[in-house]
């Protein structure tokens, strides 16, 4: 198909269909390969402000002084506001989503380096950045807690002073699974192995920073917020409750975003500081933040230090499995979690197999560093489980001499298994891992690559072969168990039908690359019969779409997508009772298919869904049904979707240098129905990247004063098509029981599922040296040391 532009729009997908499912080019790009997406920071208003963010250069310190007199006096400043300025308005504080409170500005003191502690407002951003060197602030420094090992001593300085007898740095404990069964399946185990490991803190880093225009019209009273967000409804109810401008009166518009990863869901100091500026002076004020600010202030991920005990029998069959994990949470709790999960689903460390008991212990404790804590393609911390029970299982392997795919293979959870009850009180909803495994090992060569390598060993060549599994939790939540600030996670969708047979469909969650445009389009067209060219999709607007929860957590596809299919259905629902009026029969007697209804056993009397809507707004109706062909639904899923994968990573060490070259990687996926399977294969080619990244180069380190060692792309290294290899993907379709077309998230499976495979690879080719674990990124220095018998540094 190509549009009147030329530019091609749909190619067939596997059956030849030209609507619905299927490899279709993303409508979005456009715009997007011709430059003209529209971001936050491309929007000017007029008679907009700036905005800038003065932040602390000190990790904990006391504020004994703040002057702000020269900024004002600067010609071109409007407004400059310290934490004392906020708090006179009971400003200064603001709810995080995980029920704690962060500091907007700081008004005592200052918890991480990099923590918004002034702004000023200027006619231009130039004069506003030069006026934040004007402001003259003392501080008294105190001791910084770095090190989560050492937050909870006694003698640790404490950081939340602001909360009420609050004497250590302890933010939460959890705790899941059955210690007294794993206490017992340890008893009986032939073979235990212990592993310390870490998963280091690393950020999201998208393209495009975080940022916002606030605009207060004081007449109309209504505030407008353009912003990066990942979620504008959850976004307009915190507003709301933050500002106390009812909530009728706010509108969140989330554009074109150059990409979220998990970095956009929190709220952000600097957007309250946009809106309260705005309210304040009258006018549109913009904040956009640069790169230094997005690395140092705003949501990272991981950072976890886990301990892992495995029991098994001496055959290699999985009995126990014990997690002890002391997690930093940075100065403020900001995780982005389902309020019952303070772990996020971490629970969820049994991974792939079947296991007879397991337990998890987790301590969180604060820290003098930026709050955030799961966002970057985490699934709410599945990546920090699967790392830990991949590691762990390949450390078994080790242990007891047998091929780590042949260990994996004795202890998967079998298909006749599901519904599978995790020792944790997961209920995964399907799969068949023995057949993504087979596949992926299929696509690898497995056994000539475990040849290949014994005769490179043998040349004393460092080849390694690394393979993970694992079961992805995504499409929160059952809005009984699961809500966010309150907020049950259910989405709502709409959809409308006009008289000349074009469709608008309104979803809440917002895509930040994901192209949703195209797949929301084929879900509708899949269930209408009308090509997706003809279905727009409406998102990132509060006034002009229904309530929801936003997309993170791989959530749109199996929340919204089935909201989507069920909206598409509720309508057709109607057309057929228009079309039953149209054809004199009774609706009970047509037959829907290939985008029209037909009579039951007279297929020459038809009328397609054009006809249909044109008649809804034109024609006779049968009595009792109203006119217009549209409808409202909202989705609260039965359970989460549970996407699989099966993943083998060969790299080979140069033994003089140590460094890790990539040399392939098979990604064989199983996210049951596939949309849009080209798209697809995008999201997962990302994720691996993101999973090598991971794996070799990002970290976001901190010195002994706190001051962090990760606050550019210089410093903070980002994996580019130079570092990757030419990805091998394959697939299988399990589809989920209860998602209305069986369709399951993929959005961050390949993020979750490779650094495993990675590191698994690379401690593999390291066998030689008698390494059996080395924690990421597996930089050069770290793999010398490994191969030197020194332990990486922390
Ligand atoms: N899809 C499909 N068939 C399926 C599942 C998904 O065709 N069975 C399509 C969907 O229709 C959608 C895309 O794949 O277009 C991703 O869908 P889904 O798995 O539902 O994930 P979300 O849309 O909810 O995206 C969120 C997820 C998360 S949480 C992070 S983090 C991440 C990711 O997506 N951030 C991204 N992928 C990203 N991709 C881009 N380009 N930019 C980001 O910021
Ligand atoms: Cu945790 S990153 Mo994604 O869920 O937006």
Redesign the pocket.
């Known amino acids: 198909m190509t549009a009147a532009d030329g530019v091609p729009t749909a190619f067939p997908d596997n059956d030849g269909k030209p609507v619905g ?1 299927g490899r279709m080019l993303r409508k979005e790009d456009r715009r997007f390969i011709r430059g003209r997406g529209r971001f936050v920071d491309d929007r000017q208003l007029p008679g907009m402000l700036y905005l800038a963010i003065l932040r602390s250069p000190l990790a904990h310190a006391r504020i004994t002084r703040v002057d702000t007199l020269a900024a004002e006096a600067h010609p071109k400043v409007k407004l400059v506001m310290t934490g004392a300025d906020l708090a006179a308005r009971n400003l200064a504080w603001m709810p995080t989503l995980s029920h704690d409170v962060q500091a907007v500005l700081a008004t005592d003191k200052v918890r991480f380096q990099g923590q918004e502690v002034a702004f000023v407002v200027a006619e231009d951003r130039y004069s506003a950045r030069d006026a934040l060197e004007l402001i003259d602030i003392d501080y008294e420094e105190l001791p910084a807690v770095v090190d989560v090992r050492t937050a909870l001593a006694s003698d640790a300085p404490v950081i939340r002073t602001d909360l009420e007898g609050k004497a250590d740095n302890l933010c939460f404990e959890w705790e899941t699974g059955d210690a007294v069964a794993t206490d017992a399946a340890f008893a009986a185990a032939d073979v235990v192995v212990l592993q310390d490991m870490v998963y280091p803190r690393v950020h ?1 880093a ?1 393209l495009e920073t975080c940022g916002a225009i606030a605009d207060y019209d004081a007449i109309d009273e209504k505030l407008t917020i353009w912003s990066t967000t990942q979620a504008p409804h959850l976004h307009r109810t915190l507003y709301a409750l933050f500002s106390g401008v009812p909530e009728h009166k706010i509108r969140v518009v989330s554009p074109d ?1 150059g ?4 970095n956009k869901v929190p709220i952000y100091p600097g957007y309250l500081c946009a809106i309260t500026a705005s309210v304040v002076l009258g006018k549109p004020v913009k904040w956009t933040e640069d790169r230094s600010e997005n690395l140092t202030s705003t949501a990272f991920a991981r950072d976890y230090v886990m301990r892992g005990e495995i029991a098994a029998t001496r055959d290699g069959r999985i009995l126990g499995l014990r997690s002890t994990v002391l997690a930093d949470h940075g100065a403020f709790n900001g995780m982005a979690t389902p309020t019952k999960y303070p772990g996020g689903f971490y629970g969820v460390f049994t991974g792939s197999y079947d296991i007879e008991a397991a337990y998890c212990r987790m301590t969180a404790v604060h820290t003098n560093k930026a709050p955030g804590g799961v ?5 709410f911390r599945i990546t920090e489980a699967v790392y830990f029970v991949e590691r762990m299982v390949d450390r078994l392997a080790a242990e007891l001499d047998l091929d780590p795919v042949e260990l994996r293979r004795r202890n998967l959870i079998r298909p006749d298994q599901f519904p599978y009850r995790t020792r944790t009180g997961w209920v995964y909803d399907s799969g068949d891992y023995p057949a993504t495994l087979a596949e992926a090992l299929r696509i690898a060569g497995y056994d000539d690559l475990r040849r290949e390598q014994a005769q490179r060993r043998a040349r004393g060549e460092l080849m390694g072969i690394g393979v993970s599994v694992f079961t992805e939790a ?1 499409g929160a939540g059952p809005r009984a168990d699961m809500d966010i600030f309150g907020l049950g996670m259910a989405d709502g969708c709409e959809l409308r039908i006009h008289p000349t047979g074009k469709a608008v469909v309104r979803l809440s ?1 917002q ?6 445009e ?3 389009a ?2 509708v067209a899949e269930e209408i019969g009308i090509p997706p060219a003809d279905i727009e999709v409406v998102h990132g607007d509060t006034d002009q779409t229904p309530f929801g929860m936003g ?8 929340v919204s ?1 089935a909201a989507a299919v069920l909206v598409t259905r509720k309508v057709r629902d109607k057309a057929r009772l228009i079309a039953a009026g149209m054809l004199e029969v009774a609706p009970t007697d047509l037959e829907w298919g290939r985008g029209a209804f037909r009579v039951a056993g007279d297929p020459a009397k038809s009328v397609a869904i054009a006809e249909i809507a044109r008649h809804a707004y034109g024609g006779s109706l049968p009595p009792g049904v109203d006119g217009g062909l549209e409808a409202q639904v909202t989705y609260d899923p039965a359970n989460l979707t549970f996407p699989n994968g099966a993943y083998i990573c060969v790299v080979d060490v140069d033994p003089g240098t140590a460094v890790v070259k990539v040399r392939r990687f098979v990604a064989v996926d199983d ?7 080209m ?2 294969e ?2 997962v080619h ?2 691996l990247t993101d999973g090598v990244g991971m794996a070799l180069m990002e970290m976001i380190s901190f010195d002994e004063e706190g001051n962090c060692l990760g606050a550019s792309l210089m410093d903070y290294l980002l994996p580019t098509a130079v570092e990757v290899p030419d990805w091998e993907t394959g697939y299988t379709v399990t589809p989920s029981p209860h998602h209305p077309i069986g ?7 390949a ?1 979750v599922g490779s650094p495993p495979a990675v590191v698994n690879a690379v401690v593999d080719a390291l066998k030689p040296f008698g390494v059996r674990h080395a924690d990421m990124p597996l930089t050069p220095s770290r793999v010398w040391d490994a191969m030197s018998g020194r332990a990486a540094p922390p």
Do not use: L, W
């Open positions: 499912h999201p998208p975003i990409g979220g990863f998990g966002a970057y393609a985490c699934s995504v969650v895509t930040q690359g994901q192209g949703h195209t797949t929301f084929q879900i997309t993170y957590g791989s959530r749109s596809t199996p997508g996210c049951g129905t596939r949309i849009n399977p798209i697809v995008g999201q990302g994720g369709a399951k998230g993929i959005g961050e499976s993020t």
